[in-house]
């Protein structure tokens, strides 16, 4: 189980590296109003927004969030359900500070009225 944990969080490394570049490759929407009139017509009367460079980088964005999304609630159901030790088995044994505590009775200082070496008191 730990294989496929490991390979789950390369991949979760991989994807993410990978719609960091991805989202960094887009360009801006901010080109003001004739930026908009000119892309809207351009779109319009042009290729298909699907088919351009930008329609890819903005599928392969999704893809990628979508994949990073599932891999990670996948990589929390196999820790605490599957795994022995995870969050789901702590439930099961007492927690280390729940646990009754003992002292060792060699530890324990006797007070000096008990104590049968005790100086006898001048009087």
């Known amino acids: 189980m730990d294989a496929v944990v490991l390979v789950i969080e390369i991949l979760l490394c991989l994807f993410s590296v990978f719609i960091i570049a991805v989202v960094l490759l887009q ?15 351009e779109t319009f009367l042009g290729k298909s927004k699907a088919k351009s460079y930008e329609g890819k980088l903005k599928r392969l964005t999704k893809i990628a969030a979508v994949s990073i999304m599932l891999l990670s609630v996948g990589l929390v159901f196999i820790q605490v359900y ?30 000096a009225e008990a104590s049968p070496t005790a100086a006898p008191s001048a009087s």
């Open 82 to 111: 599957l795994m022995p030790g995870g969050a789901g088995a702590a439930t099961e044994s007492p927690t280390p500070t729940a646990q009754a505590t003992t002292t060792p009775q060699e530890l324990i200082i006797p007070s």
């Open 27 to 41: 360009s801006g929407k901010s080109a003001g109003i004739s930026g908009s009139i000119a892309g809207g017509a």
